[in-house]
């Protein structure tokens, strides 16, 4: 791991000294020329990849990471307390030759904070052209030079973990979710689109806007089939049991709970081909503690089988999980094996189907404990099962299970976490996308210490909630 700063600042040189020529010179953009709103490119398919590639730099995004850092590290030092980001020639050196640790920061700034920063290091250099595996090595390099030099404190291996794989899991959704709002016409405007798409992937919107035409064609999607909706409610304890955690218990809690599967099999034609052409994200905002989670899972690469009346695809995922209800909190980086497919059982009933058997490096604990030292950060077997079953467009059973065991391998403490979350709704649409959801939440983690002993923590909530359906409805396709 020493050796990792200088490897990244080699990625940096390397990649824009031994880069193809781009297509244009580069010139730091004009703030004046500007386009947001400008006509979205109609380039589409196999000439939209060859235009993208066409248009690509290897410099432009090597800049905007180190700017974004620079930025970053000038706004820490100002906003808070001495002295960890007054870092110099003396920390860069001496991170240069120290061992990687594991850090102590805040759970949100380590587990949400950190991969939302290597999404943005992920999405610059999407948005300049790169492919995902080349935006990967990016984003890793991005995060090992802010370990080395944004920080005065020993670099961390759980922040490069979180930001330089975490980050590329989480930004690879946010730049085809972002391109996905700028290749639907709908019924926005193309401000609207320009604006919501850069609200997604604010790297993806700033390229578009400051480059001029360069970077301005959208991602070709290849139409894939997607279910997404947004559930707007209110869910009430069913039952508690909060162990150590001194947190104040907000029985009742206003949600707002977005979902999306991008890439569902089942269409004949569609192809997994590129990383993340099947990718899940969900995240959902609480009244009682911000996020309650932020979850992505994306098939790297993979291959797709059929069969009678059954559709699917399997391979190696990535995976990105924050999850925080108000008694505990786990979050994981992780590579699974798994598959998801497409079963129609009857004409009208369809089942579509999620299983996965992973590996991860993760972080759990208490949100607030009477014990300083209830947190845990280790090598994490998990797992996922999720079923949706379909009655005729009309009614839909959505079950996903999870299960993290955060072990005392690669451990931060001796001790360990077993956490299961199983999340359950039942869909109406009433008319035409808008539905109806009851909705019950099981999120259940025990734990031992060797400081505080075992813990057990339950907690469930039960909920109605306004259900707002994409334009596929619950996802299935014709058979």
């Not at 925080?324 to 094996?337: E, K």
């Not at 976490?417 to 259940?444: C, M, P, Q």
């Given at each position: ?12 040189v390397a990649a824009t000294a031994c880069a193809q020529k781009p297509a244009a010179p580069f010139r ?259 009244s009682a503690n911000g996020f309650e989670n932020v979850m992505t899972r994306g098939l790297l690469k ?141 999120n259940f983690r025990d734990a031992y210490s060797p400081d505080i002993g075992d813990v057990s923590q ?22």
């Amino acid at each position: 791991m020493r050796s990792i700063a200088a490897w990244a600042a080699g990625l940096f040189v390397a990649a824009t000294a031994c880069a193809q020529k781009p297509a244009a010179p580069f010139r730091f953009p004009s703030w004046a020329a500007l386009q947001l709103g400008a006509p979205i490119s109609t380039v589409k398919g196999e000439e939209a990849g060859r235009e993208i590639a066409a248009h690509k730099s290897y410099a432009i995004p090597a800049i905007e990471i180190v700017a974004f850092d620079t930025l970053l590290n000038f706004y820490d030092r100002r906003h808070f307390p001495c002295c960890d980001f007054n870092s110099n020639a003396r920390t860069i050196r001496d991170n240069l030759h120290s061992h990687w640790d594991v850090d102590r920061d805040p759970f949100t700034v380590n587990q949400l904070g950190h991969p939302y920063q290597g999404s943005m290091y992920h999405g610059f250099a999407r948005a300049s052209g790169l492919s995902y595996w080349e935006a990967l090595a990016y984003t890793f390099a991005g995060s090992a030079f802010w370990e080395i030099a944004g920080e005065a404190t020993p670099p961390s291996r759980n922040d490069q973990i979180n930001t330089g794989i975490g980050g590329t899991f989480l930004g690879e959704a946010l730049f085809r979710l972002s391109n996905l709002v700028l290749e639907r016409d709908g019924s926005m405007s193309p401000f609207w689109r320009e604006v919501v798409a850069t609200a997604i992937s604010p790297p993806t919107g700033f390229n578009r806007m400051a480059f001029g035409d360069r970077f301005r064609t959208v991602f070709p999607s290849h139409d894939p089939v997607y279910f997404s909706r947004l559930q707007l409610g209110f869910s009430g304890t069913a039952h508690n049991e909060s162990g150590f955690s001194t947190t104040r218990l907000k029985r009742g809690e206003a949600l707002a709970d977005f979902l999306i599967d991008y890439g569902l099999p089942g269409k004949k034609g569609y192809e997994y081909t590129r990383p993340f052409d099947y990718f899940t994200l969900q995240a959902t905002a609480s009244s009682a503690n911000g996020f309650e989670n932020v979850m992505t899972r994306g098939l790297l690469k993979g291959r797709e089988y059929e069969a009678n009346s059954y559709r699917g695809v399997w391979g190696l995922f990535g995976n990105y999980d924050y999850i925080a209800p108000q008694t505990y909190r786990v979050s994981s980086t992780a590579a699974s094996l798994g598959t998801t497919a497409q079963w129609w059982v009857r004409d009208s009933v369809a089942v579509l189907g999620t299983a996965m058997l992973g590996v991860g490096y993760a972080a759990a604990g208490s949100v607030r404990s009477t014990s300083e030292n209830d947190f845990h950060y280790g090598v994490a077997p998990q797992a996922l099962v999720a079923i949706r079953a379909i009655y005729k467009d009309a009614y839909a059973l959505d079950v996903t299970a999870r299960e993290y065991y955060v072990s005392r391998v690669a451990a931060s403490r001796g001790g360990h976490e077993n956490i299961r979350r199983i999340d359950a709704a039942l869909t109406w649409r009433v008319h035409g996308r808008h539905g109806v959801s009851i909705k019950y939440l099981g999120n259940f983690r025990d734990a031992y210490s060797p400081d505080i002993g075992d813990v057990s923590q339950h907690r469930a909530t039960v909920g109605i909630f306004y259900t707002l359906l994409g334009h596929d409805f619950f996802g299935a396709t014709e058979k």
